[in-house]
């Protein structure tokens, strides 16, 4: 029998909310992000930050997990280089037409566009995973394709999944689509509804990536599975567009999300983040910190939470608000906008994004 995958996921962490570990991290940089647009365009929107952190933890103006303590290395594996990274999506149970259309604007907002998304844009936030390499010195591409889409209506596999079962859903698709083998140039996304109930989904993880079993799928391809945790945990899974009960008259306050759709405003923010992992490390055994690549902490677990400058113990950082009164922290295509958490920079050895403000 094969392994089961290890715990490598977008982790739901009680940790976020805590003051001292930032705390005791956190170190001064002056540096700017190469990714941070010269000014923001603030002429009809402004910037917002829900409860700066008191200045007692830190004299700096960045509070964004700047250590010389973060070990991330290159275990020597493979990334994904060739341009265009290829998407495969596999949607699981019912969507909205509106819905996947919103994601996949957001995927495609990844990629550099003719005229340029206004900054801060997806695609300058994209741009920092670019800085990564393989042993060859390519770096991971910055143009993501939505190659094909699979939908399973009927729940094939049941509307409550393994970490297994999710992989027989990627056979299921690859089978019927078809879907090329492409372990080379793309990846899988799963993205199950709000009815699909999936192990350890709200309490331990958001999403994973992981790559197929030859046994399970017949190949070695890499994946990700994000679920919509509209009606199962929007308060773990959607922050902070909803809040925990027990930060109930305290945090940022729940905050209005950009596109209207709670569930998935807030899956946008895990695909990212499981994206950018799955680009940097697709086999767990290329980027990571820690000495066991069983349970590896990665380039989004380091900024978990982290949305602005200022960001950090629970706060999410400076942020812009639109005048319909909905937070978002980047510009995508079609005139939409995300709220995206940032990811670690390997140049500034810190949490970047675009949003940047010094």
Not at 33 to 48: E, G, K, R, V
Not at 87 to 99: F, H, R, V
Not at 138 to 165: C, F, I, K, P
Request: neutral net charge.
């Amino acid at each position: 029998m094969a392994p089961a995958p290890p715990t490598h996921v977008f982790f739901v962490s009680t940790s976020l909310f805590i003051f001292l570990f930032h705390y005791f991290i956190t170190t001064a940089h002056s540096a700017s992000s190469p990714s941070s647009p010269q000014a923001l365009n603030t002429n009809t929107d402004y910037m917002i930050n829900p409860k700066l952190p008191p200045r007692a933890l830190t004299s700096s103006k960045k509070f964004e997990g700047s250590s010389n303590l973060v070990n991330l290395r290159y275990h020597m594996g493979p990334v994904l280089t060739s341009s265009p990274i290829n998407l495969y999506l596999i949607w699981y149970g019912l969507w909205a037409p509106s819905q996947k259309l919103l994601i996949k604007d957001f995927l495609l907002s990844l990629s550099p566009s003719t005229p340029a998304t206004p900054s801060p844009s997806v695609s300058d936030w994209w741009r920092t995973l670019s800085l990564y390499t393989d042993q060859t010195g390519a770096n991971v591409s910055r143009t993501v394709l939505v190659a094909g889409e699979y939908s399973d209506l009927r729940h094939s596999h049941g509307t409550q999944l393994t970490r297994l079962s999710i992989q027989q859903v990627i056979s299921t698709a690859v089978k019927s689509a078809p879907f090329p083998v492409d372990h080379r140039n793309g990846a899988f996304l799963v993205l199950t509804s709000q009815d699909v109930v999936v192990q350890d989904f709200c309490r331990a993880v958001c999403g994973f990536h992981y790559f197929t079993f030859p046994s399970m799928v017949g190949y070695t391809l890499p994946y990700a599975w994000v679920g919509n945790s509209a009606k199962q945990c929007p308060e773990v899974c959607a922050y902070p567009f909803a809040l925990p009960a027990y930060m109930a008259g305290g945090g940022p306050g729940a905050l209005a999300p950009p596109n209207r759709d709670v569930g998935v405003d807030g899956m946008i923010s895990v695909i990212g983040h499981e994206l950018a992992e799955l680009s940097t490390n697709p086999l767990v055994n290329a980027w990571y910190a820690g000495e066991d690549p069983t349970a590896p902490t990665e380039i989004g677990d380091l900024c978990e939470g982290l949305y602005g400058t200022g960001g950090g113990g629970g706060y999410i950082g400076q942020v812009m608000r639109d005048q319909g009164g909905r937070t978002y922290n980047m510009n995508g295509r079609n005139g939409r906008r995300f709220l995206v958490q940032w990811i670690w920079s390997p140049v500034l050895q810190a949490c970047a994004g675009p949003n940047a403000l010094d």
